[in-house]
C-alpha cells in the first residue's frame, strides 16, 4: 500500500476523505482555527514497548524500535493489488482470491483427547471410572471441548464474510504495519504467541483472527466464556478455534468449580501450545474473568511443557460506542446478533483501530520478580482507620486483589503461583489499556462530558480538541485519526450525533452543540469517554487531592482566607494514596507501589502548571500538623528512604499557579475520575435500601436499580449509573469491609458488616469518598478560594 509522505497511509484514517460540513459556517469555522497546528502528521509516539523493569530483556530485542514507519493499512481496502492477478474479474473478485491465498496453518485435533485424558491431573478425576464412554452427562460435555479444532476451509470462508459484514458494520479497520512487522519478528523466535484484549464487545476476537489471518500470521484458539446452544452454530464455531464453556454451566465460576474442568483446560492449554498453537485471551477490565487462563499458560511454562511464551498486549478502539456489550458470563447469539444489527442499523459508521504491542516474554516476566503482589494488605486495613478514626496514618503497602484469581479457582496452585498469576493479569490489564488508541469521538465525548457540560460553539470545541489532541501525544498516547482539525470534529460529530443536540447559536449562526440529557446517550459518552481517564490517571488523582485538600483548607479557615495558601509535599501525597487505594485493579501496573504513584500524581501537578513549588521551608498552613494528627513513620514503607535529601523533599509546599487555566484545568481534570467516584458515593447511599443477605447477583441488580433512580433523581450524571460501575463499586465496598462475603455450597452471599451497620460510620464512609467528587457546589467552593489568591 502506498504511504504518504508525512508516514501516514492516506487510507489509514476515517476522516481522510472528509465530508465537508454543507453549512454555511464552515468557512467561518476554518477562520477561528486557522493557526492551529496539532501535532497529528508530524509525531506520533511509539507505542507498545513492553515493560522496562519487569521484562528488559524483551525490549532489548527492539523488536519494534528498530522497523521503519510503514504507516497503517485498512483491512477493509481490499483491491487486485493485494492479489497476484489482474484484470476486470479480479476486481470483483479481489476479496476471494485474497482470502485463499492466505496461509493458514491448521489441522484436526486427532488424538488429543487422549493424550489430554492420559494427563496425571485428569487422570486423578477419572480414575473412579472405568472409561471415557461411561463418563457422566457433565463429564461428557466438559471433555467435548477438546474436540475444537481449526478447518482451513471454514477459517477462509468466514474470513471471507466478516471482512464483507465488517465493511457495513465499520467504515475503516486500521492497523499499524510496523506492529505487523514485529510481530513476525516474533513469530520467527518459534516461540507460542498469545493475543491478550479486554473484551468489550462480541466482535474483539473476530477482528483479531481476521487481521492476523490477512497478515499470514496463526490463527489463535480463542478462549470464548458463552453459550451457544444451537448445536449447529457450536460444531461450527468450534471449527473455528473457540473454546466455550460445557453446557451444564451457567457462569464461569460454576464451570471452574467443576471438578473435571479446570484439570481439563489446563491440559488442553498445555496441549495447544505444546504443539505449537496461538492462543487468544480476553480479560474483563470489570471483574478481571480470564485471568485463570493466563494462570493456566504461566503453569503450562511452569511444568516445561513449553520452554517460553511470547505475550502480546491487544488494544482495539472504537470510533463507534458500542450500543450491546457483551458481559464475561453469557453473552449468547442473540447478543451477538442484536449487537450486529444495532451497528449496521447505525446512521454513520465509525472506524477501528487495532493495536499489537510489543511481544515479551512470559518466562521472564515471572522470573525477574520485579512484578508481584505478595505482602499486600486488604483494603480495609489501609483505609479504615482514616475513615472511621479520622486518623492521617495511611498504611504504606498495596492492596489485596486476591479476588481476580480466589482459591476456588485452579486450587493445585501454591500461594507463591497464584500471587505471580495475579500480577501478571494486572499487568496486561494496564498494558492493553496503554496500548489502546485515542479515537476523534472519544476525545470529543470527552470534551462535552466533562469540559462542556452545558454546551460548546464548534470553533471552541476544534480549539479544545487541538489541546487535548497534544496533551495525549505528550504522555505518547497514540491516536486513531488524522486530517484537518474541522474534518476530524465534524467526523467525531456525526458519529456520535444519536447522542448529540445541535443548535444554530445567534449572531453568527455557529453551531451550538451539547449531549443529550437522556440516561442512553449520557451512558454511551460515559463509556466512550473512559480510555482518556487512564491517560491521565496521574493528573486526574492528583487533581482531585489538590481539590480535596483546598476545601479541607478552606473549611479549616473559616470564612475568608486573609492568608496566603501553600500545600504541603506530604499532605498532598497522603490524599493522592488514599485516591489511589480506592482505583480500580489494573489501573496502576503491579510493578509500580501506590505511593510511587501517588508521588507521580503530585509531580504532575508541578508538570502541568497547575502547581507552583514554594520557597519557603514550611508551609503556612500546615493544618493537619499544627493538630497533631498526622503521623506518618518511615519504617511502613520498604522504599521509604530517612536520608535528608528525601526528608527535603517531603518538606516540599507548592502554591496554585494564579493564571487564567487553573482553575478549568483543575476541573477538568478532577472531572475524569468523578464518574467512578459519583457512583461509589450512590452505592454507599443505597446499602439501606438493600435487603441483605443477597448473592452477588441479585446484589448489582437491586444496587443497579437503585443507581439508576439516583440518576433519574439527580437528572444529570445518569453515566454514573452503568452496570460496569455497579460491580466496581460493589468490589470496593467488599475490599473495604462494608460487605461481607459468605460462601455457601450454592452461592456467595452478601451482607453488611457490623461496623456499618451505623449509620454514623456510614456517613464516615460517605464523606471520605465524597471528598475526592467533583461537584458544582465544590467548584463554587474552590473558584471562590481561588479568586481570593489571584
Known amino acids: 500500500m502506498t504511504v504518504g509522505s508525512d508516514g501516514f497511509d492516506p487510507r489509514a484514517d476515517v476522516t481522510s476523505q472528509p465530508k465537508r460540513p454543507a453549512l454555511s459556517w464552515g468557512l467561518m469555522i476554518r477562520k477561528k482555527v486557522k493557526g492551529m497546528a496539532p501535532s497529528l502528521g508530524k509525531f506520533r509516539p511509539l507505542v507498545g514497548q513492553c515493560c522496562h523493569q519487569c521484562t528488559p530483556d524483551s525490549l532489548g530485542r527492539k523488536l519494534l524500535q528498530n522497523v521503519p514507519s510503514l504507516g497503517f493499512q485498512n483491512l477493509l481496502y481490499v483491491t487486485e493489488t493485494h492479489t497476484r492477478y489482474r484484470g476486470w474479474l479480479v476486481r470483483r473478485v479481489c476479496c476471494v482470491l485474497f482470502i485463499c491465498s492466505r496461509n493458514v496453518d491448521a489441522g484436526p485435533a486427532g488424538d488429543r483427547l487422549l493424550r489430554i485424558c492420559d494427563t496425571d491431573r485428569v487422570k486423578r478425576i477419572l480414575a473412579p471410572q472405568i472409561s471415557v464412554k461411561e463418563c457422566v452427562d457433565d463429564t461428557?460435555?466438559?471433555?467435548?471441548?477438546?474436540?475444537?479444532?481449526?478447518?482451513?476451509?471454514?477459517?477462509?470462508?468466514?474470513?471471507?464474510?466478516?471482512?464483507?459484514?465488517?465493511?457495513?458494520?465499520?467504515?475503516?479497520?486500521?492497523?499499524?504495519?510496523?506492529?505487523?512487522?514485529?510481530?513476525?519478528?516474533?513469530?520467527?523466535?518459534?516461540?507460542?504467541?498469545?493475543?491478550?484484549?479486554?473484551?468489550?464487545?462480541?466482535?474483539?476476537?473476530?477482528?483479531?483472527?481476521?487481521?492476523?489471518?490477512?497478515?499470514?500470521?496463526?490463527?489463535?484458539?480463542?478462549?470464548?466464556?458463552?453459550?451457544?446452544?444451537?448445536?449447529?452454530?457450536?460444531?461450527?464455531?468450534?471449527?473455528?478455534?473457540?473454546?466455550?464453556?460445557?453446557?451444564?454451566?451457567?457462569?464461569?465460576?460454576?464451570?471452574?468449580?467443576?471438578?473435571?474442568?479446570?484439570?481439563?483446560?489446563?491440559?488442553?492449554?498445555?496441549?495447544?501450545?505444546?504443539?505449537?498453537?496461538?492462543?487468544?485471551?480476553?480479560?474483563?477490565?470489570?471483574?478481571?474473568?480470564?485471568?485463570?487462563?493466563?494462570?493456566?499458560?504461566?503453569?503450562?511454562?511452569?511444568?516445561?511443557?513449553?520452554?517460553?511464551?511470547?505475550?502480546?498486549?491487544?488494544?482495539?478502539?472504537?470510533?463507534?460506542?458500542?450500543?450491546?456489550?457483551?458481559?464475561?458470563?453469557?453473552?449468547?447469539?442473540?447478543?451477538?446478533?442484536?449487537?450486529?444489527?444495532?451497528?449496521?442499523?447505525?446512521?454513520?459508521?465509525?472506524?477501528?483501530?487495532?493495536?499489537?504491542?510489543?511481544?515479551?516474554?512470559?518466562?521472564?516476566?515471572?522470573?525477574?520478580?520485579?512484578?508481584?503482589?505478595?505482602?499486600?494488605?486488604?483494603?480495609?486495613?489501609?483505609?479504615?482507620?482514616?475513615?472511621?478514626?479520622?486518623?492521617?496514618?495511611?498504611?504504606?503497602?498495596?492492596?489485596?486483589?486476591?479476588?481476580?484469581?480466589?482459591?476456588?479457582?485452579?486450587?493445585?496452585?501454591?500461594?507463591?503461583?497464584?500471587?505471580?498469576?495475579?500480577?501478571?493479569?494486572?499487568?496486561?490489564?494496564?498494558?492493553?489499556?496503554?496500548?489502546?488508541?485515542?479515537?476523534?469521538?472519544?476525545?470529543?465525548?470527552?470534551l462535552l462530558l466533562h469540559k462542556h457540560r452545558r454546551g460548546v460553539r464548534v470553533s471552541v470545541l476544534c480549539k479544545d480538541l487541538c489541546w487535548l489532541l497534544d496533551e495525549v501525544l505528550f504522555r505518547r498516547c497514540d491516536v486513531g485519526f488524522g486530517g484537518s482539525v474541522l474534518s476530524v470534529v465534524f467526523h467525531a460529530l456525526s458519529v456520535l450525533r444519536p447522542h448529540l443536540l445541535m443548535a444554530a447559536a445567534p449572531p453568527s449562526g455557529e453551531p451550538l452543540v451539547t449531549a443529550r440529557p437522556d440516561p442512553h446517550s449520557l451512558l454511551a459518552l460515559g463509556r466512550h469517554s473512559q480510555l482518556l481517564t487512564h491517560v491521565f490517571l496521574t493528573e486526574a488523582v492528583g487533581a482531585c487531592a489538590v481539590s480535596a485538600l483546598l476545601c479541607e483548607v478552606a473549611g479549616c479557615g473559616g470564612g475568608e482566607m486573609e492568608f496566603d495558601v501553600a500545600l504541603g509535599q506530604e499532605e498532598l501525597t497522603e490524599k493522592s494514596l488514599q485516591l489511589t487505594h480506592l482505583l480500580p485493579a489494573g489501573y496502576i501496573p503491579p510493578c509500580q507501589t501506590a505511593y510511587g504513584f501517588a508521588v507521580d500524581a503530585v509531580d504532575s501537578m508541578v508538570s502541568c502548571g497547575l502547581l507552583i513549588m514554594e520557597e519557603r521551608d514550611t508551609p503556612v498552613c500546615d493544618f493537619w500538623k499544627r493538630q497533631g494528627v498526622f503521623s506518618w513513620t518511615a519504617s511502613d514503607d520498604p522504599e521509604h528512604s530517612s536520608d535528608s535529601e528525601f526528608e527535603d523533599q517531603n518538606n516540599r509546599t507548592y502554591k496554585l499557579s494564579q493564571t487564567s487555566e487553573c482553575p478549568e484545568l483543575l476541573f477538568f481534570f478532577s472531572r475524569l475520575l468523578s464518574v467512578q467516584l459519583r457512583a461509589l458515593c450512590w452505592a454507599i447511599e443505597s446499602l439501606d435500601l438493600l435487603s441483605f443477605p443477597l448473592t452477588e447477583a441479585a446484589c448489582v441488580t437491586q444496587l443497579h436499580t437503585h443507581l439508576r433512580s439516583k440518576a433519574q433523581l439527580d437528572r444529570v450524571h445518569h453515566e454514573s449509573s452503568s452496570i460496569k460501575l455497579v460491580r466496581m463499586a460493589l468490589r470496593t465496598l467488599t475490599d473495604f469491609g462494608v460487605l461481607m462475603e459468605d460462601r455457601q455450597s450454592e452461592a456467595v452471599y452478601l451482607e453488611i458488616s457490623p461496623p456499618f451497620l451505623q449509620a454514623e460510620n456510614k456517613y464516615k464512609l460517605f464523606q471520605f469518598v465524597s471528598q475526592f467528587l467533583y461537584s458544582s457546589a465544590r467548584k463554587k467552593r474552590v473558584s471562590t478560594l481561588l479568586q481570593g489568591l489571584v
Not at 471454514?154 to 492497523?175: A, D, E
Not at 493456566?296 to 511464551?309: F, I, N, S, T, Y
Not at 496514618?393 to 476456588?408: A, R
Request: some cysteine; overall charge neutral; glycine content about 4%.
Open 140 to 446: 461428557r460435555r466438559i471433555l467435548t471441548l477438546i474436540e475444537t479444532f481449526q478447518s482451513p476451509t471454514l477459517i477462509r470462508l468466514v474470513s471471507w464474510l466478516l471482512l464483507r459484514f465488517f465493511s457495513l458494520m465499520f467504515c475503516s479497520v486500521q492497523v499499524n504495519l510496523s506492529q505487523m512487522t514485529a510481530l513476525h519478528r516474533a513469530k520467527e523466535l518459534n516461540i507460542p504467541l498469545m493475543y491478550v484484549y479486554i473484551r468489550q464487545n462480541v466482535v474483539d476476537q473476530a477482528l483479531i483472527s481476521l487481521t492476523l489471518l490477512c497478515h499470514n500470521l496463526k490463527v489463535p484458539y480463542s478462549v470464548y466464556p458463552a453459550h451457544v446452544h444451537n448445536r449447529w452454530m457450536r460444531v461450527i464455531l468450534q471449527q473455528l478455534g473457540i473454546i466455550f464453556l460445557p453446557d451444564h454451566a451457567a457462569t464461569v465460576q460454576e464451570a471452574e468449580s467443576h471438578s473435571l474442568y479446570s484439570p481439563v483446560m489446563t491440559s488442553l492449554v498445555g496441549e495447544l501450545l505444546k504443539t505449537g498453537e496461538s492462543l487468544s485471551v480476553g480479560v474483563c477490565e470489570d471483574s478481571a474473568c480470564g485471568g485463570q487462563w493466563l494462570a493456566r499458560v504461566r503453569q503450562a511454562v511452569a511444568e516445561g511443557l513449553v520452554p517460553d511464551v511470547s505475550v502480546v498486549p491487544v488494544g482495539i478502539s472504537y470510533d463507534h460506542p458500542p450500543s450491546c456489550q457483551s458481559t464475561c458470563s453469557q453473552p449468547g447469539v442473540l447478543s451477538v446478533l442484536r449487537f450486529m444489527r444495532s451497528l449496521l442499523s447505525a446512521d454513520e459508521r465509525g472506524g477501528v483501530r487495532i493495536h499489537f504491542a510489543q511481544a515479551f516474554s512470559l518466562k521472564e516476566m515471572c522470573d525477574s520478580g520485579k512484578c508481584h503482589v505478595d505482602g499486600r494488605r486488604p483494603l480495609q486495613d489501609l483505609l479504615l482507620p482514616a475513615v472511621l478514626h479520622n486518623r492521617k496514618d495511611t498504611i504504606y503497602g498495596q492492596k489485596d486483589v486476591s479476588w481476580i484469581l480466589p482459591s476456588t479457582v485452579l486450587p493445585e496452585l501454591s500461594h507463591s503461583e497464584r500471587q505471580l498469576s495475579i500480577a501478571l493479569t494486572l499487568h496486561l490489564m494496564h498494558s492493553v489499556t496503554s496500548s489502546m488508541a485515542v479515537m476523534s469521538s472519544i476525545i470529543v465525548s470527552c
